[in-house]
């Protein structure tokens, strides 16, 4: 093998759908990346599993460790093992600000994860974002705590790796915002259109939980299976990909595109059109936001090219889909609009997959709430914590009703 550079990482959520495909990149990386450090919040008997494969000096276990079953077996492993164990999220911060990590790979669902990723960037780390949720709830905290501390922000979710990918045509550095905006024309994200594409607005009001989990080309967990049926997991990468490169809508664009091959597009000012093109498969833009600026062998699915296939797009239809309106709209407000999009749509979710919420209310709610909430410009974190806090118990009561 070549010459490389370790990555030493820190896998937050390791057990989800994202963390357990960090550590198929870890594995199939061998000795250039070491697992030191691994956060799971339930599924503790999966993290016993990687421990045992990984040998993590540190894990963290954020559920409250009195609810929890299979302890035994974790102490049991951990100690075989030498792994320290600690219990609560706030011993997150321990493990993204160690000496010994240099990536911390933020796999957490929700906004639980932005806490997170603010300490990493506090300490100047580089943090390979999946968690969309940091940006959507945080965006211009987040950024400016990366630019303040020298920490580094990478973008793992596949659209705006390709994008991130596709700038480097213009430019090696995906923080030199300003250059974005004067050299691109517009940011063009992908969307596969999610299970429902072709159901009329009448067919919409019928779907059940399985048929919003059955994704036609991505494997994802069970949250952003449901947001991408209903696109408000487009409308959240609208407003990620408004704070990862500093453009704003409408040079912000969405288009449909069913094979989920094109992961996303740069149009530039002088009409050139740069696509990154894959099949559907997060292994990719994981390790490329853990190895960058390397390229080295992935374990990800290959195109082949000795078969026939075709690529479609189309436009998004807004009536049928009107969180597509609501990021873009929430992308150009920024400040305390995204938490608040984001609270509301967590519970919205959680009512629909509990048989509380009909699927297409999930965007009525979120549309509602944000409707009235007071909007605070640049808030601190203190103050998007308490956005977040006031559109849960909003939307709890609109539930209620
Ligand atoms: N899946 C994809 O293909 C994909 C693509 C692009 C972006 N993303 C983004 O990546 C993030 C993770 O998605 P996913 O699909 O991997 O989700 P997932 O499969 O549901 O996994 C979520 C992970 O977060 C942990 N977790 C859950 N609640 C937590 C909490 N309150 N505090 C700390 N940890 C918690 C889970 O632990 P336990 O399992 O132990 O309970 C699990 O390790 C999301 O922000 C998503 O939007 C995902």
Request: hydrophobic fraction near 45%; charge should be neutral.
């Amino acid at each position: 093998m070549s010459s490389f550079a370790l990555r030493r990482l820190a896998v937050l959520g390791s057990t989800g759908s994202i963390g357990r495909s960090t550590l198929d990149v870890a594995r199939f990386a061998g000795k250039r990346m070491q697992v030191v450090a691994l956060s799971a919040h339930r599924n503790i008997s999966l993290l016993a599993e990687q421990i045992r494969e990984f040998h993590p000096k540190i894990v963290v276990v954020t559920y409250d460790s009195k609810n929890l079953r299979d302890f035994g077996e974790l102490h049991q492993t951990a100690k075989e093992f030498k792994t320290k164990v600690l219990f609560g999220a706030e011993s997150l911060t321990q493990i993204v600000t160690r000496e010994d990590v240099d990536i911390v790979v933020s796999a957490i669902v929700g906004s639980a994860g932005l806490k997170s990723a603010l300490d990493a960037l506090t300490v100047g780390k580089t943090v390979a974002l999946a968690n969309k949720e940091s940006l959507v709830v945080g965006g211009e905290l987040v950024v400016d705590t990366a630019k303040k501390y020298g920490g580094k922000i990478l973008p793992i979710d596949s659209e705006h790796s390709a994008v991130w990918q596709c700038l480097r045509a213009k430019t090696n550095q995906i923080t030199e915002n300003e250059q974005n905006a004067e050299f691109v024309q517009k940011i063009i994200l992908t969307a596969s259109g999610g299970p429902f594409r072709n159901f009329s607005s009448e067919q919409l009001k019928h779907v059940t939980i399985a048929d919003a989990l059955a994704h036609p080309t991505w494997q994802m967990g069970k949250k952003i299976s449901i947001d991408s049926a209903t696109l408000i997991n487009k409308a959240l990468e609208i407003i990620e990909a408004r704070w990862f490169f500093g453009i704003l809508p409408p040079k912000i664009a969405v288009v449909i595109h069913p094979q989920s091959v094109v992961h996303s597009m740069v149009e530039f000012a002088d009409g050139s059109v740069m696509a990154q093109l894959s099949p559907p498969d997060m292994r990719l833009p994981i390790q490329w936001a853990i190895d960058y600026p390397q390229r080295f062998s992935c374990p990800s699915k290959k195109n082949n090219w000795a078969e026939n296939f075709s690529l479609e797009f189309f436009p998004p239809d807004l009536e049928r889909f009107p969180a597509l309106r609501l990021g873009l709209e929430v992308a150009e407000q920024g400040g305390t609009a995204g938490a608040v999009l984001n609270a509301v749509n967590e519970v919205a979710v959680d009512a629909f997959l509990q048989e509380q919420l009909p699927f297409h209310k999930i965007t009525t709610v979120c549309q509602t709430i944000l409707n009235h909430h007071k909007h605070e410009r640049r808030p601190t974190l203190e103050q998007l914590q308490a956005a977040d806090h006031w559109a849960r118990e909003e939307t709890k009561t609109w539930l209620s009703r």
